[in-house]
């Protein structure tokens, strides 16, 4: 049976319908009963305290979309405005409280916006460039929902295991059922670019150059500090055993669409080489320094 066509009315109406089905965390609304706080904090503080700082950094996301993406759709405007921006904010608000509860010292969220975004900003105003970047918008919001949902559930797990019911039900599982509805506005995005043939197999090069050349796992944006964290997130989600798979699943939406299986892969292998290397240096960690200015990340 045929998929039915991906339209701007389609897309739309889901955008809507995810506003109105899961409106933001209220923090009043969760328990933050905590059994024992040392334990949490002693097996899960990178985890939370990584968390926490991502979601909010999409203040600088939205930033980095007014700056990549000046002919933005309102399709586009309407997800990232009016849903999508307040349900992760709602989720950064709620865990940076816990860990705040539970005495994890909080990050500073970063926001810099890239010089390099900045200038492909400007080259943006031309069309063709304009949609590759929408692509690489939409690839990387894939990417970074579907390691959500994934972090999100092994996290759960965790915090089952240890009887920390409370957190588990009220604010994490909250959390993790909202993800998904990110993860396919991007996946439908993506997909109707390419059903409407909207790029040209030089753009769909170039996007596949840019992504494989700026990847970068979210979060890290491109700091030694923050990409330890990020493989501690891994060891203590237990992901270091399962690293290509988890690789897969992060890269699936970019595999099909950007023709990763052409060399015989199935999955960008720049996903697999940033997962080991978070890891490395999480294991070989010291006293990293502040991101520079012209680091290069992409906005989720």
Same mark, same amino acid.
């Given at each position: 049976?045929?998929?039915a066509?991906?339209?701007d009315?389609?897309?739309?109406?889901?955008?809507?319908?995810?506003g109105d089905?899961?409106?933001?965390i209220?923090?009043?609304?969760?328990?933050?009963?905590?059994?024992?706080?040392?334990?949490?904090r002693?097996r899960?503080?990178?985890?939370i305290?990584?968390?926490?700082?991502? &979601?909010l950094?999409v203040?600088?996301n939205?930033?980095?979309? @007014?700056? !990549?993406? %000046?002919?933005?759709?309102?399709?586009d405007?309407l997800?990232?405005?009016?849903?999508?921006?307040? $349900?992760?904010?709602?989720?950064g608000y709620?865990?940076?409280?816990? $860990?705040?509860?539970i005495?994890?010292?909080?990050?500073e969220?970063?926001?810099?916006? %890239?010089?390099e975004?900045? !200038?492909?900003g400007a080259?943006?105003?031309?069309?063709?460039?304009?949609? /590759?970047?929408?692509?690489?918008?939409?690839?990387?919001?894939?990417?970074?929902?579907r $390691?959500? /949902?994934?972090?999100y559930?092994?996290?759960?797990?965790?915090?089952?295991?240890?009887?920390?019911?409370?957190?588990?039900?009220?604010?994490?599982q909250p959390?993790?059922?909202?993800? %998904?509805?990110?993860?396919?506005?991007?996946?439908?995005?993506? &997909?109707?670019?390419?059903?409407?043939?909207?790029?040209?197999p030089? $753009?769909?090069?170039?996007?596949?150059l840019?992504?494989?050349?700026?990847?970068?796992?979210?979060?890290?944006?491109?700091?030694e500090?923050?990409?330890?964290?990020?493989?501690?997130?891994?060891?203590?989600?237990?992901?270091?055993?399962?690293?290509?798979?988890?690789?897969?699943?992060?890269?699936?939406?970019?595999?099909?669409? @950007?023709?990763?299986?052409d060399?015989?892969?199935?999955f960008?292998?720049?996903?697999?080489?940033?997962?080991? &290397?978070?890891?490395e240096?999480?294991?070989g960690?010291?006293?990293?320094?502040r %991101?520079?200015?012209?680091?290069?990340?992409?906005a989720s």
């Amino acid at each position: 049976m045929a998929r039915a066509r991906i339209t701007d009315s389609s897309l739309r109406d889901f955008v809507l319908r995810l506003g109105d089905e899961h409106p933001p965390i209220a923090l009043g609304s969760v328990d933050r009963t905590v059994i024992d706080p040392d334990a949490v904090r002693s097996r899960f503080a990178g985890v939370i305290n990584y968390l926490a700082r991502v &979601e909010l950094e999409v203040d600088r996301n939205v930033l980095e979309l @007014l700056t !990549l993406l %000046p002919r933005a759709s309102a399709v586009d405007k309407l997800f990232y405005q009016d849903v999508w921006y307040d $349900q992760e904010m709602a989720h950064g608000y709620v865990l940076d409280q816990l $860990q705040a509860d539970i005495g994890i010292e909080a990050d500073e969220p970063y926001m810099v916006v %890239p010089a390099e975004m900045k !200038l492909l900003g400007a080259l943006s105003h031309l069309e063709p460039i304009h949609d /590759v970047v929408r692509m690489l918008y939409y690839i990387t919001g894939a990417a970074t929902e579907r $390691q959500a /949902v994934l972090a999100y559930s092994h996290f759960i797990r965790g915090l089952d295991a240890m009887g920390e019911h409370a957190i588990s039900n009220t604010i994490v599982q909250p959390i993790k059922r909202q993800e %998904p509805g990110h993860f396919a506005f991007y996946r439908m995005s993506a &997909e109707k670019m390419v059903q409407d043939g909207e790029l040209r197999p030089w $753009q769909l090069f170039l996007t596949r150059l840019l992504r494989s050349s700026s990847f970068s796992l979210v979060g890290t944006n491109k700091n030694e500090k923050w990409k330890a964290q990020m493989g501690e997130v891994l060891v203590a989600l237990n992901f270091d055993d399962e690293l290509e798979l988890f690789a897969r699943e992060i890269g699936r939406i970019e595999w099909s669409i @950007l023709n990763a299986h052409d060399q015989g892969m199935q999955f960008p292998p720049y996903i697999l080489r940033a997962l080991r &290397e978070a890891i490395e240096v999480y294991r070989g960690q010291g006293d990293f320094s502040r %991101p520079r200015r012209s680091s290069f990340s992409w906005a989720s």
